[in-house]
């Protein structure tokens, strides 16, 4: 909550010419945004009348300059909602406008300062004990571009100008306050003291926030996001940020969040959609995608790839009318010469057909009797085109896909047992076999994500010419770029790199996070995770593979844990990969659910494991008539009932059931889509509800969710979503800690 308000009634003249006062000064800053935004419009309008002809020169030019104007439309169409929300009245009569972006008028004179600015800090930090130069900070609420309230923070009373009155009832507290909407909302206008702490920490290493349910850990990670793309724009603009996400649902109810502060260009992604162009379909039980999770696969599937390269007894192999004979001892010495330059196994292959190609075309010029020098490129080529020898070859060093060494294994035990060499159980042989073309899970994908980055390019002498096309190409349009800057056509927007990132044969380039999107080995340079907890060990590898700079921001409560390859401590998940060298900042303050929901999940929570209960948390919410029981014998009717209810109050419902019970549960209250969240009703399990927030929820049957291997934290999650009010409908008994409502 803000500190040392004074809010004493505004007389009604006074607070109207306040309002009139800040809606003149919003509407200025409007009219700048919207001749940016008509200036942006009509130069992209241009740059595409030039049409595609002319020099290559001269359409790389112009794809990059439509791919600056069609950014900047967009960040400034992201904008448009509270594009104002702050003002700071200084201690030296300086008076400065903070909002979602920089904006200044005609003559480079500011109007508006960026909220990650270095001088807006001190809307989010200063206090009456510590002022940093400012007198009042003032809260504008806006609806569309109409200045509806405002609200203020004395923060030096001795500086306060005579006839100033001041105006609020709490910035924060009318936003939490507010409905949902379905998709989640940014807090940059209400950003507290310890959440901007972390939103600005630094970009270097690895920064656990840690926070129990509310306290905005999701809404810091983007937030957080935000900024570093502000504070660190040369490097993460190239590099790109990464996203990851706990569900699709989740990635579409804060989709919104990003572009509303300006960022338009992370990848947002859940783990299952990791590798590009590999689709989880299919589904397995907890207990399997555990097994998949943990560490030891990465010796196995290395071991798996190790065993495509082998070396087979003599044979002979027919070419033309001449019979070879491939030998052991020339394939060792094909392995060995392939394994020496350490590359991966796609790539090492080159090296070793090479090797063997040699080694027999010159075994076919003995058995000719010998032939010229200028001779022996048509003797390889010939041998080249032996079906025998492409057999043998590949026999002895198998030309591999990532998805093909993952269905393999799982569909041929002998394989994996062979492989996992008592890495695993019988039991886990057992439990993870499945036929060859069974559908990829999300576990899966993380396995293909490991072999993938084992074998390389699945055809690297096609992907090795295209790099080096790629590679000339560029150093041709840097070249050009930096041309085009020379003549001042860049008017210093970009560097000559970045300019040409943006170039392209035909068409606009695409930008970077497109690029990152379609290249599974591409490196980030910022990574957010949120519902961190939930990670196994498997998908750490993945994503430390993406991050090599270790710049991590890490979301999430170890308390709300519910898969069975997550963690309870995050050194358990963070020591071994990154040997310790991580920090942790915690969020104590719950903003979202009253007091009396949050009490009595945390009696929950306790009693379900008294040795290690949820961290604490203060609520800011204090609404004790927030929980209603529900014993029942008709859990449909119940239901009905309650959602009735809750429609009248007003704001998001949401139905939360057990996985066995959710779709029977929503076809009987007539949804056929489920997990809509700017609908009406949903109606989602525990884990589908994970990060999610609505102004109320019918729980239903927690003692079926609490029976659950991962039920204690599932039940937790549960019950911590509502920001008004939580009903709870059984026919079984309560799990104790319930006789505290």
């Known amino acids: 909550m803000p500190e040392d308000r004074s809010s004493a009634p505004i007389p009604a003249p006074a607070l109207e010419e306040a309002l009139q006062h800040e809606q003149r000064y919003v509407d200025t800053v409007y ?5 940016l935004r008509r200036d942006a419009e009509n130069r992209l309008r241009g740059v595409r009348r030039a049409g595609a002809s002319g020099t290559h020169q001269s359409r790389s030019e112009r794809d990059a300059f439509a791919t600056l104007y069609t950014d900047r439309l967009a960040q400034l169409n992201g904008v448009e909602e509270r594009l104002v929300f702050g003002r700071l009245d200084l201690d030296d009569g300086a008076r400065r406008y903070v909002g979602r972006i920089g904006v200044s008028d005609a003559d480079q004179v500011p109007l508006l300062t960026d909220w990650r600015a270095p001088a807006a800090r001190a809307f989010y930090q200063a206090t009456a004990a510590s002022p940093d130069g400012v007198v009042l900070r003032r809260h504008l609420q806006t609806r569309g571009r109409e200045v509806v309230a405002i609200e203020d923070d004395l923060l030096d009373a001795d500086a306060l100008t005579d006839g100033v009155h001041l105006q609020g009832e709490g910035a924060l507290m ?5 409905r949902r909407t379905g998709q989640m909302s940014d807090i940059v206008a209400t950003i507290q003291s310890e959440q901007d702490a972390i939103i ?7 920064l656990v926030v840690q926070g129990g349910p509310g306290t905005g850990k999701t809404a810091v990670a983007l937030h957080r996001a935000a900024y570093l793309l502000y504070a660190n724009r040369e490097v993460l603009e190239r590099a790109g940020v990464l996203l990851i996400g706990p569900s699709r649902v989740f990635l579409k109810y804060i989709e919104a969040v990003l572009p509303s502060l300006g960022e338009s260009g992370v990848v947002s992604l859940t783990l299952a959609d990791l590798v590009p162009d590999v689709t989880a379909t299919g589904t397995e039980p907890d207990e399997v995608a555990t097994i998949k999770g943990r560490a030891v696969w990465a010796r196995i ?10 070396v087979l007894p003599p044979r002979d192999l027919e070419v033309g009318n001449v019979t070879l004979r491939l030998l052991p001892g020339d394939v060792r010495e094909g392995h060995t010469r392939a394994r020496r330059a350490h590359r991966t196994h796609n790539e090492a292959r080159a090296t070793f057909v090479r090797h063997m190609l040699t080694v027999l075309a010159r075994q076919y010029a003995d058995e000719l009797g010998g032939v010229d020098a200028d001779e022996r490129a048509d003797l390889i080529e010939e041998v080249r085109s032996s079906r025998d020898v492409r057999v043998a070859l590949n026999l002895c060093w198998m030309p591999l896909t990532a998805v093909g060494v993952v269905s393999e294994l799982f569909a041929k035990p002998h394989k994996l047992a062979d492989a996992a060499r008592g890495a695993l159980s019988r039991a886990e042989l057992a439990a993870v076999q499945r036929p060859a073309d069974a559908p990829l899970t999300p576990a899966d994908v993380l396995l293909v994500d490991e072999v993938a980055e084992l074998i390389g390019p699945e055809d690297a002498a096609e992907r090795g010419r295209a790099r080096a096309e790629a590679d000339a190409r560029r150093r041709s349009e840097i070249e050009y770029a930096q041309q085009v800057l020379g003549e001042g056509l860049g008017g210093g927007i970009v560097s000559a790199e970045q300019l040409a990132s943006r170039f392209a044969e035909s068409g606009p380039a695409l930008t970077t996070a497109e690029r990152a999107l379609a290249d599974r080995a591409w490196t980030y340079g910022h990574v957010v995770v949120d519902e961190a907890q939930e990670l196994s060990e498997m998908a750490w590898r993945a994503l430390l593979r993406r991050n090599p700079r270790r710049s991590m921001t890490v979301v999430g409560d170890v308390a709300q844990t519910s898969a069975r390859a997550g963690v309870r ?15 942790v900042a915690e969020l104590t303050v719950n903003y979202r659910t009253p007091r009396s929901v949050m009490d009595l999940a945390t009696a929950v929570a306790t009693a379900a494991d008294p040795e290690r209960p949820p961290s604490p948390v203060q609520s800011a919410r204090d609404e004790p008539e927030a929980v209603t029981l529900l014993p029942t014998h008709d859990v449909l009717e119940t239901v009905r009932a309650a959602v009735e209810r809750a429609r009248e109050r007003g704001g998001t419902v949401a139905v939360v059931a057990p996985r066995e019970q959710r779709a029977q549960l929503a076809a009987d209250l007539g949804l056929r889509g489920s997990s809509d969240l700017t609908a009406p009703l949903v109606v989602l399990d525990p884990a589908g509800v ?8 019918i729980l239903v049957e927690p003692a079926a969710i609490a029976a659950q291997a991962t039920g204690a934290g599932d039940l937790y999650v549960a019950m911590t979503r509502p920001t008004r009010h939580l009903d709870v409908v059984h026919t079984q008994p309560l799990p104790a800690g319930f006789e505290r409502a």
């Not at 009219?31 to 001749?35: A, F, K, L």
């Not at 401590?569 to 920090?583: E, H, I, S, T, V």
């Open 690 to 697: 994970k990060g999610l927030e609505f102004d109320h929820v």
């Open 301 to 310: 599937l290395a071991r798996a790839v190790r065993n495509k390269e082998r």
């Open 31 to 35: 009219d700048r945004v919207d001749h």
């Open 174 to 178: 009318s936003a939490l306050l507010e």
């Open 569 to 583: 401590r995050w050194a358990d998940a963070l020591d071994g990969p990154l040997k310790g060298d991580w920090r």
């Open 200 to 206: 600005r920490s630094p970009a270097d290493g690895v």
